[in-house]
Structures are given as structure tokens and as C-alpha cells.
């Protein structure tokens, strides 16, 4: 950017302030800029194989970004395609969970041909519920974080579509909402794999124990969080996808 070097930990950065993309930092390189100069440097191992995260492809990153020459909105709607094409449901409407379900459920939209509807409006001011600290918090978080429009979803049959569950807290009162709203049935998808672990490397989450996927079978999850279905995408599925 005017003769100047900018590094970011995501390319919609460079985007926001008109810079340049030029590439990525490469798997133990080391870069150093000194006097306006840019050099590379490489002490570690070159023979490792690369270790991405897809995580980042799947809610880290933003979806304005590209990661590995690869745009995140782009990925995440072939995730919901993939989806749809593995948990297809006779359904009215598309539902997403916003934002975090925004790409997959207009991919599983145009997949299946059903109508994609914002039936569910977020406030953008309250952050993601499953880093806060406590369980009453989490819960108020929700209601507050989320809002049902009541004359779309009567007697309409749903699919609602996020990139995940991790302890399931927001799914239980959101599938509530859509049911006090009025909705008919309501089909969860989730366009990744189910969670029975946590991330030591990126942003904190919760212990192995906290995870709804480590300690439920599917079928105990849909009971859980009240869904008529639940389908999460496969281990399969995502490396095709991919």
C-alpha cells in the first residue's frame, strides 16, 4: 500500500484499506521488514506436511476473506449444497441462524429449491453465546441476540441451517422461538461434522465435557434441543467439499 508492506490475519483487511494482495505467509516462514525491504526466511522443517485448520473456512474467518486462494462465502455455500444433498427434507422455507448460517442455507436453499427467508432477526450488538462465562448469560444472550417474525413462520414447515453446535444452548432456544412463533416443523442442519472436542489453537471453547456432541448420540440431540430432524454434515461430506 503506497510503497509500504501490510500484514493481516485475513485478506478483508487489505480489502477495508486498499492494499494490495501480493500472497500468503507460507507454513514456517518467517518474514522480516527492515527499512521499507521485505525478506524471507525459513529455519524450520520444509519437508512438514501443512496443517490448515477448516474451522476457519467454517465460522472463524469472515466470508469476505480468502484463505488458501479460496473465498470462505463461497465455501460455506457448497457446504449447505453438500447438506442439502445429504439430509434433503420436504420443507417451505430456508431458515438461517444469523450469520453464522447465512452462506450454508442459501447454498441448501438453491440445492433443495426452497425459498431462503430471514424469518429470524439478529441484534448485532451482543457477541457469539458460547464464549460467555455463564449459563444465565448465555441464555439472555440468546433471547436478545435473536427475534422470530411470527406472520412468516406460521404453520410453515422449517429448515434451519448453522455452521455448528457446541454445547447446543442457542439451538434449544431458538427451535423454542420458531415453535412459539408458530412454525408447523422445524428440520435442523448443521454444515459441519458434530464437535466432540475442543480447540486448544484458535478461539477458546468449551471442555470435551460441555460439548453436546461428545456426550449425546444424534437422536439424543434432536430431543434435546426439540428439532423434528436433526442432520449434521459428514466427515465425507466436508472433505468433498473441500
Known amino acids: 500500500l503506497d510503497g509500504a508492506w501490510v500484514l493481516a490475519s485475513e485478506t478483508c483487511a487489505l480489502d477495508l484499506i486498499g492494499a494490495k ?58 457446504l449447505g449444497r453438500t447438506l442439502a444433498r445429504e439430509f434433503p427434507v420436504p420443507a417451505d422455507m430456508v431458515v438461517p441462524v444469523l450469520d453464522s448460517g447465512t452462506a450454508a442455507a442459501l447454498g441448501y436453499a438453491e440445492e433443495e429449491g426452497i425459498p431462503y427467508e430471514t424469518a429470524l432477526i439478529r441484534n448485532h450488538y451482543v457477541r457469539r453465546t458460547f464464549i460467555e462465562p455463564a449459563q444465565s448469560i448465555r441464555n439472555f444472550g440468546v433471547k436478545v441476540k435473536h427475534n422470530a417474525i411470527r406472520s412468516f413462520l406460521e404453520g410453515k414447515r422449517i429448515v434451519l441451517v448453522d455452521d455448528s453446535i457446541v454445547r447446543g444452548t442457542t439451538l434449544v432456544k431458538i427451535v423454542a422461538m420458531l415453535r412459539t412463533a408458530g412454525a408447523r416443523e422445524v428440520h435442523v442442519r448443521i454444515s459441519s461434522p458434530p464437535t466432540i472436542g475442543p480447540c486448544h489453537y484458535g478461539i477458546d471453547t468449551p471442555t470435551q465435557d460441555e460439548l453436546i456432541a461428545w456426550n449425546h448420540t444424534n437422536e439424543e440431540i434432536r430431543e434435546i434441543i426439540g428439532a423434528d430432524s436433526l442432520g449434521y454434515l459428514t466427515q465425507s461430506g466436508l472433505r468433498n467439499a473441500a
Open 21 to 78: 494482495f501480493e500472497r500468503d505467509i507460507e507454513p514456517g516462514e518467517v518474514v522480516v521488514i527492515r527499512r521499507g525491504r521485505l525478506r524471507s526466511l525459513r529455519p524450520m522443517d520444509r519437508s512438514a506436511e501443512e496443517r490448515f485448520c477448516i474451522f476457519e473456512y467454517i465460522y472463524f474467518a469472515r466470508p469476505d476473506s480468502n484463505l488458501m486462494s479460496r473465498n470462505v462465502y463461497a465455501f460455506r455455500k457448497e
